[in-house]
């Protein structure tokens, strides 16, 4: 079990190496849909998880945005912008279907991997923790 101040990321890590498998093998249809819904699925615990340390910190915020911002504000990410785009990314994944919006949505999932370990530096992750790849 990873805690982060008193918090349980053990899923987010495990999200994190399963997208960071997938992204970096796109070269079906398949692998695109699985690269698509791990970034969906990470994305979700990613901005959870920061909602969850912003509780602790007695910053109360309801809406990814409003997570984000203040994300930002207490230095767990840098650019709130970059995360808003990752936001709007993740809002279009509901209409993968459409080829135009999957290739917005894997676009994008380079620069996550990076805000990604950003993050986890931030919050003070063990980088051989979110590193090792998971069976």
């Not at 970096?24 to 249809?29: A, G």
């Not at 912008?81 to 290739?103: G, P, V």
Request: net charge negative.
């Amino acid at each position: 079990m990873t805690l982060i101040d008193g918090i349980n990321i053990a899923s987010l890590l495990k999200a994190f190496s399963k997208f960071d498998e997938f992204r970096q093998h796109i070269s079906t249809e398949q692998e695109k849909a699985g690269a698509i819904h791990a970034f969906e699925y990470c994305f979700e615990l990613a901005w959870k998880t920061m909602k969850r340390l912003l509780d602790i910190r007695g910053q109360i915020a309801n809406s990814p945005r409003e997570i984000i911002r203040l994300a930002a504000l207490e230095n767990f990410i840098d650019d709130p912008e970059r995360w808003f785009d990752f936001l709007k990314k993740r809002n279009m994944t509901t209409h993968t279907y459409d080829e135009k919006e999957a290739e917005a949505v894997l676009s994008v999932l380079a620069d996550f991997a990076s805000e990604m370990e950003i993050f986890f530096d931030r919050i003070k992750v063990d980088s051989d923790v979110y590193r090792r790849k998971t069976p």
